[in-house]
Structure formats: structure tokens, C-alpha cells
């Protein structure tokens, strides 16, 4: 074991990657497993909110992108099963996991769609901050879950350029079509600053995380990064953030900002937020539905090992 821990602390010291057949501790193959699982439900969740869009598209090209959208997330959700089970989990029990309530997913997605400018401010919102959190994934120590999220981060930059166009194409509409990008805009900002997680001090994954070079930067430093990020492109957009806090420091060199709610993240993530009983039923529905085509598949195989 004295030696498993050297190989292994040996292979992080060095910035390299550690394999699926590497040893490792079991407490860093549970963090991975446990990332993973939530990153690979996130990613299926999120299918749910910005979907109930795809037949009431607008028009034939946003249905187009918003149905390629849609099953990028798919995709993403099936790299990211296949990494988890490269530690030995089993996709069958995390799912189980996910519709029994026992394993989370991204707080973000529990939050209603109510216009087609919610699929505008997602993309730019919601799609620019899982690329700030997800780009230092890329080095993330755990090989397997490194290569899949280059891809992913690479089909998120398309994601957030499809909604930042849907957006600016609004803005130079009508009135109304102002109005409904500023109220998705308002509706959404504060979760998808939650999205990056509780603050450093509230933190308890975080130091060991980054000791063992999963995480690159911490919680607080990734929202920061989006505040910055985002600030100049709404001003391009010709919309107003939600916080009367908001202002750049010329001192520190970074936007100043409020303080979101995290009495309401802690809801929405122990299972009391508003969308999250529809997101497991769904989830579970379509589970179930899905029961004739695993059932099919499993004794195609036995027929072919026979
Ligand atoms: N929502 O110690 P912490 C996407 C949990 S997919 C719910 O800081 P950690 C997209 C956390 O899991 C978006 N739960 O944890 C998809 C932990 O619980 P446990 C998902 C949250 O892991 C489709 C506890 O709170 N992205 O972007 O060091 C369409 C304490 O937190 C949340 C990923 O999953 C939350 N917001 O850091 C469009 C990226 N925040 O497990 C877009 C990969 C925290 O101890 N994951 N929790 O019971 C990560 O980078 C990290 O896991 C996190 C949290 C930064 C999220």
C-alpha cells in the first residue's frame, strides 16, 4: 500500500496523468466517481429545461441548433458515463442513484424555462459558465475524465455562441423581444454564478480536490473569472446584470459583486427547488420507457455470446 501511494503521489508531483489500471486511492477514485456521476447527470438533466423549447422553436434553423444542442448534451452525458466506469462504477447503478434522489446533479437546471430568450441567456450564461469551470477540467489529473471534457468544452464554445447570436438577434428586434431577453437575464444570473458552487469557505471537496489536481482553481476563483468574463459581453448585448453591487475594482484588478443567495443554492441542491420533483420524474419516465430497448440490447448480446 506504502508503495501504491508513492506511484501515485508521485505520478500528481509531476503534473502527469493517472490511468485507469494506475493505482490510486480509493478515496481519490470515490472523488472521481463522485464528480463524474453528477458532471454525466448534469449533463442529461440539463437536456430537460431547454428540450420543452425544441417544438416551439421559432423557426426551422433554431429548432436545427437547438436539436443539436439538446444531443450534444446527450453525448456529453454518455463520455462522461464511460469515464465513470473506467473506475469501476456501473452506469446502470448511478443512474439508479440519480432517479432515487441519491446522487446530485447541477443546481442549475432545476429552474424553469418560461420563453424562447431562456434558451438564448442559457447558451450565454449557463454554457459560459460550465466552459470557465470546465476548461481547467481539461488537466484534470484523472486521464479518462480530462480527454472527454476537451471535447466537451470544444461543443460547450458552440453552445455559448448559438445563444449569445439568439440573444443579439433579439436585442435588435422588438420592444417585447428586449423585454423577455432582460427578464431571462435577471432570472437567471444569480444561478448560474451558484453553478460554480458553495464559496471557498463553505467548501468541503475543495482543498482535497485540488491537492490531487482535479479541481485547478477553486470555487470562488472560477465565479470571479465568470464575473469578469461576462460583464463586457453584456454590455455588448445592451442588457443590465441583476446586481446593484456590480463594479469594476481598479484595485484588485476584478468586478466587484454581490453576494448570492446560498440559503437558495442549499435548497435547490438538498432537492427544494422549483423544478427539481419534475426533472426526476421525467428523468425516471424516460428511464422506464427505455426498459424494452436495454432489455433488447442485453439478449442480442447473449444471442451473439451463445
Ligand atoms: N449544484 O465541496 P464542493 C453543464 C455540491 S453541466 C449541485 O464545492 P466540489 C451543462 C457538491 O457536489 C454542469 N450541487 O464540491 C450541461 C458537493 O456535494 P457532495 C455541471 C453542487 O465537487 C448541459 C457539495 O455541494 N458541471 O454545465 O469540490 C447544458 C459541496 O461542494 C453545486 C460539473 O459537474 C451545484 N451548483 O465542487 C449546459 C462540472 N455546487 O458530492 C451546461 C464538474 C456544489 O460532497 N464539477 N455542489 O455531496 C465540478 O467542477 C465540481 O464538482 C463543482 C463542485 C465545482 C460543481
Known amino acids: 500500500m506504502g508503495d501504491v501511494m508513492l506511484d501515485f503521489e508521485d505520478t500528481i508531483a509531476r503534473d502527469q496523468r493517472i490511468e485507469p489500471r494506475d493505482p490510486m486511492p480509493e478515496a481519490y477514485r470515490k472523488t472521481m466517481i463522485r464528480q463524474i456521476a453528477q458532471h454525466a447527470h448534469s449533463e442529461i438533466i440539463g437536456m430537460q429545461p431547454e428540450g420543452e ?25 454518455l463520455y462522461l458515463y464511460s469515464a465513470a466506469e473506467t473506475l469501476g ?83 435588435r428586434g422588438t420592444d417585447v423581444q428586449r423585454e423577455m431577453v432582460q427578464d431571462a437575464v435577471n432570472r437567471w444570473w444569480w444561478p448560474s454564478l451558484m453553478m460554480f458552487g458553495p464559496p471557498d469557505g463553505d467548501s468541503p471537496n475543495t482543498a482535497q480536490s485540488m491537492a490531487w489536481k482535479i479541481k485547478r482553481h477553486t470555487n470562488d476563483e472560477l465565479r470571479q473569472r465568470f464575473v469578469d468574463m461576462s460583464v463586457p459581453q453584456a454590455v455588448s448585448l445592451g442588457v443590465t446584470l441583476p446586481d446593484p453591487a456590480l463594479r469594476w475594482n ?57
Not at 417544438?55 to 452525458?77: C, F, S, W, Y
Open 89 to 171: 462504477a456501473d452506469r446502470g447503478d448511478l443512474t439508479t442513484r440519480l432517479i432515487e434522489g441519491r446522487q446530485k446533479y447541477s443546481s442549475i437546471f432545476n429552474y424553469p424555462t418560461l420563453t424562447f430568450a431562456d434558451v438564448g441567456v442559457i447558451g450565454w450564461l449557463v454554457d459560459g459558465a460550465a466552459i470557465c469551470n470546465q476548461v481547467p477540467l481539461c488537466r484534470s489529473s484523472y486521464g479518462p475524465y480530462g480527454r472527454a471534457m476537451i471535447r466537451i468544452c470544444k461543443e460547450e464554445s458552440f453552445h455559448q455562441r448559438q445563444g449569445y447570436e439568439l440573444l443579439m438577434t433579439m436585442m
Open 53 to 77: 423549447w425544441i417544438t416551439r422553436a421559432p423557426t426551422l434553423r433554431r429548432k436545427a441548433i437547438l436539436l443539436a444542442k439538446v444531443q450534444d448534451e446527450a453525448g456529453h452525458g
Open 250 to 306: 481598479e484595485e484588485r484588478g476584478h468586478h466587484d459583486f454581490g453576494t448570492p443567495d446560498w440559503d437558495e443554492l442549499k435548497r435547490v441542491i438538498s432537492g427544494d427547488g422549483p423544478m427539481n420533483a419534475a426533472r426526476i420524474t421525467r428523468r425516471r419516465q424516460a428511464h422506464e420507457d427505455g426498459a424494452w430497448v436495454r432489455a433488447a440490447a442485453a439478449a442480442h448480446a447473449r444471442k451473439k455470446a451463445s
